[in-house]
Antibody
Framework: EVQLLESGGGLVQPGGSLRLSCAAS????????MSWVRQAPGKGLEWVSA????????YYANSVKGRFTISRDSSRNTLFLEMNSLRADDTAEYYC??????????????WGQGTLVTVSS | DIVMTQSPDSLAVSLGERATINCKSS????????????LGWYQQKPGQPPKLLIY???TRESGVPDRFSGSGSGTEFTLTISSLQAEDVAVYYC?????????FGPGTKVDIK
């Protein structure tokens, strides 16, 4: 059974940084692309970033490009999202999701429970 | 960026009746080399993460009841729930994964009438 467990969320001041982690199990981590999707309170889903299974391809939403960095450690079966220069509109539940194959151009077939990031002074 | 729109914003359907949700993309998400539409449908129940229902516009994910079906091609797509059950109350989102950024529609809320 695929399991994705996010951690690292919390309260951070505007301009601050945070690093999210997603521990994966139940599948061969290195052979699947992974993604981050966020959801602001009471709002819809927003795709944030994705990384190929090999890690050599990374992709970002315009709203986070230059501020967020996605990475993965296949030795630890863990996905990361490094978030810098955080703004109030980054406040959201952040979901880790597994793509359907090694390339990012696939649907998201498994999702974690999410970790809440709140950016506020 | 590809803009995804959905209609209606919300709908209320009687138990056992059909629910239909529409999704449009601002440009085609059909990849001609493999004839696949890069379009997925997700269900999100209150307090839960999204769940994949349909991918490639019409392929049902394993374990999804067959009352859920997807159709359409190019820029216009439909999710149909053939006989609404109480457990289908949720918000439904379409998403294109044809080009980065992989945009979602705004969602359609489905309730029981």
């Amino acid at each position: 059974e695929v399991q994705l467990l996010e951690s690292g969320g919390g309260l951070v001041q505007p301009g601050g940084s945070l690093r999210l982690s997603c521990a994966a199990s139940g599948f061969t981590f290195s052979t699947y692309a992974m993604s981050w999707v966020r959801q602001a309170p009471g709002k819809g889903l927003e795709w944030v970033s994705a990384i190929s299974g090999s890690g050599d391809g990374t992709y970002y939403a315009n709203s986070v490009k230059g501020r967020f960095t996605i990475s993965r450690d296949s030795s630890r079966n863990t996905l990361f999202l490094e978030m810098n220069s955080l703004r109030a509109d980054d406040t959201a539940e952040y979901y880790c999701a597994k793509n359907g194959a090694g390339y990012v151009y696939f649907s998201l077939d498994s999702w974690g429970q999410g970790t809440l990031v709140t950016v506020s002074s | 960026d590809i803009v995804m729109t959905q209609s209606p914003d919300s709908l209320a359907v009687s138990l056992g009746e059909r629910a239909t949700i529409n999704c449009k993309s601002s440009q085609s998400v059909l990849y001609s080399s493999n004839n696949k539409n890069y379009l997925g449908w997700y269900q999100q129940k209150p307090g839960q993460p999204p769940k994949l229902l349909i991918y490639w516009a019409s392929t049902r994910e394993s374990g999804v009841p067959d009352r859920f079906s997807g159709s359409g091609s190019g820029t216009e797509f439909t999710l149909t729930i053939s006989s609404l059950q109480a457990e289908d109350v949720a918000v439904y989102y379409c998403q294109q994964y044809y080009s980065v950024p992989f945009t979602f529609g705004p969602g359609t809320k489905v309730d029981i009438k």
